[in-house]
């Protein structure tokens, strides 16, 4: 199985800060990763996929990148509802794999 | 707006099958993969298989001897069954749509969870 790294584990921060969340694939996925954010409560609700693309209705604030098997979701000044966990998923091959999470928590 | 919801007992005793079903509404079950999903404190999110629209099915090797996933098309439904259960397989199980091809697969739309506890 491709094994998914996230750090960090979790993540203080304030309203308006600019933070970067990493995923690390235990072998090269190209660009099949997936991010997901997930509210206490609720589903994870996709956000990026293909590394770098917005699923629709996204805000522009969250971009994603990869640089050979790291991924990174950057969130350019937070808002109060992007305080929840995010997750990374490989579609390269299965079984599909998630990243155990980051819980990005308010300052 | 494509909507799933979960459906099923949320307590199972140990060694008994474990049974959800998921209804879609709002568009059909044709051409996407159906898959389930659960999630554990401790182990976080674990993908558990997918049932094709065309019949094709994959498990999660850690799982497949133990689950199955099956479409009933006419009720716009599919369906898990976990055998033998343990505690360990006590879980939040997530339905969800996955689309997408040539390994560009996206989980685009979720149920709300069942919670399943396995317990005497």
């Known amino acids: 199985d491709i094994q998914m790294t996230q750090s960090p584990s979790s993540l203080s921060a304030s309203v308006g800060d600019r933070v970067t969340l990493t995923c690390r694939a235990s072998?090269?996925?190209?660009?099949?990763l997936n991010w997901y954010h997930q509210e206490p409560g609720k589903a994870p609700k996709l956000l990026i996929y293909?590394?770098?693309t917005l699923q629709t209705g996204v805000p522009s604030r969250f971009s994603g990148s990869v640089s050979g098997t790291d991924f990174t979701l950057t969130i350019t000044s937070l808002q109060p509802e992007d305080f929840a966990t995010y997750y990374c998923?490989?579609?390269?091959?299965?079984?599909?794999?998630f990243g155990q999470g980051t819980k990005l928590e308010i300052k | 707006q494509v909507q799933l919801q979960e459906s099923g007992p949320g307590l199972v005793k140990p060694s008994e099958t474990l049974s959800l079903t998921c209804t879609v509404s709002?568009?059909?079950?044709?051409?996407?993969?159906w898959t389930w999903i659960r999630q554990t404190p401790g182990k976080g999110l674990e993908w558990i298989g997918y049932?094709?629209?065309?019949?094709?099915?994959d498990y999660n090797p850690s799982l497949k001897s133990r689950v199955t996933i099956l479409l009933d098309m006419s009720k716009n439904q599919f369906s898990l069954k976990v055998n033998s259960v343990t505690p360990a397989d006590t879980a939040l199980y997530y339905c969800?749509?996955?689309?997408?091809?040539?390994?560009?697969?996206?989980?685009?739309?979720w149920g709300r969870g069942a919670l399943v506890t396995v317990s005497p």
């Open positions: 998923q490989q579609s390269y091959s299965t079984p599909y794999t």
């Open positions: 072998q090269s996925i190209s660009s099949y």
């Open positions: 709002g568009g059909s079950i044709s051409n996407y993969y």
């Open positions: 293909a590394a770098s």
């Open positions: 049932f094709y629209y065309s019949g094709s099915i």
């Open positions: 969800a749509r996955m689309c997408g091809g040539s390994r560009w697969y996206t989980l685009d739309h």
